[in-house]
């Protein structure tokens, strides 16, 4: 019997794709109204968003890895946008400057930051069902903004955040925290996510069934990373969910 849903909160229960890109080109503009037409903006906030996610460099990774051990994620990213901005030839950027940059990507993205059309009515009714819990990899600078900004704790049972725990997604200890506090067995839960290494993964290793959705994604058969069940976007999770539940 199913007793359990867990679900991720990027690209699985909101459109975090489109809020970025969003926030990616209003960057892109404002920079090239500040900085003039010839500077590159779009360049810059495409390097700007694979830095944040760690899509670094040998070089970049020797630079910020300890900044992020010693101060803090903002400190790193004030100094990621220094350094971006120094490689097109804008010297001399101060601190207030940096973070008046990083501040208004945050603003802009989390103004574009909502839940796929359709979810939240597919969690209301969920919610009389199963117990619903949220399990979201990330530091807590970032995904906590985004949690306020849906009202999710008003929408699920549970929100596990990443960087607030000793392991993150595909660890096996975030996906038992889960369980416990869903108060049910792996076999009784079902986990939701769109990234194969943490999502697929973690589920297959806590012996959960999992739902993988897919969006533009290929599915690479030599990772050896089959998931139970596949959907192509979002909005097909309801339906999903539904046939599980039946079965």
């Known amino acids: 019997m199913l007793k359990a849903l867990f679900l991720d909160l990027d690209d699985t229960?909101?459109?975090?794709?489109?809020?970025?890109?969003?926030?990616?080109?209003?960057?892109?503009?404002?920079?090239?109204?500040?900085?003039?037409?010839?500077?590159?903006?779009?360049?810059?906030?495409?390097?700007?968003?694979?830095?944040?996610?760690?899509?670094?460099?040998?070089?970049?990774?020797?630079?910020?890895?300890?900044?992020i051990a010693e101060h803090s994620e903002s400190v790193f990213r004030v100094q990621l946008i220094r350094d971006l901005l120094a490689e097109r030839d804008v010297k001399n950027v101060s601190d207030v400057q940096a973070e008046a940059i990083q501040y208004k990507f945050d603003r802009d993205r989390l103004e574009a930051f909502e839940f796929y059309p359709g979810i939240s009515d597919f969690l209301l009714k969920a919610r009389s069902l199963?117990?619903?819990?949220?399990?979201?990899?990330?530091?807590?600078?970032?995904?906590?903004?985004?949690?306020?900004?849906?009202n999710l704790a008003a929408h699920v049972d549970h929100i596990i955040?990443?960087?607030?725990?000793?392991?993150?997604?595909?660890?096996?200890?975030?996906?038992?925290?889960?369980?416990?506090?869903?108060?049910?067995?792996?076999?009784?839960?079902?986990?939701?996510?769109?990234?194969?290494?943490?999502?697929?993964?973690?589920?297959?290793?806590?012996?959960?069934?999992?739902?993988?959705?897919?969006?533009?994604?290929?599915?690479?058969?030599?990772?050896g990373i089959n998931p139970n069940h596949t959907v192509l976007h979002p909005r097909e999770i309801p339906a999903l969910i539904r046939q599980l539940h039946r079965d």
């Not at 109204?33 to 040998?58: C, K, L, P």
């Not at 619903?132 to 900004?149: A, D, F, H």
């Not at 096996?172 to 943490?198: P, Q, T």
């Not at 993964?201 to 990772?223: K, R």
């Open 13 to 67: 229960l909101c459109d975090t794709f489109s809020a970025n890109e969003q926030a990616k080109q209003l960057m892109a503009a404002a920079l090239e109204e500040t900085y003039g037409v010839q500077f590159d903006g779009q360049g810059f906030s495409q390097a700007y968003m694979h830095g944040i996610y760690r899509n670094w460099t040998d070089k970049q990774r020797a630079a910020y890895t300890p900044i």
């Open 130 to 150: 199963f117990t619903l819990v949220v399990i979201t990899n990330g530091p807590e600078y970032s995904q906590i903004p985004k949690v306020e900004t849906v």
């Open 161 to 223: 955040i990443g960087g607030q725990e000793p392991e993150q997604k595909p660890a096996r200890s975030i996906f038992d925290k889960a369980l416990k506090l869903a108060a049910c067995e792996a076999h009784e839960a079902i986990h939701v996510g769109d990234n194969l290494a943490a999502d697929i993964v973690g589920a297959h290793n806590s012996g959960i069934t999992s739902v993988w959705i897919q969006h533009q994604q290929p599915l690479d058969a030599e990772l």
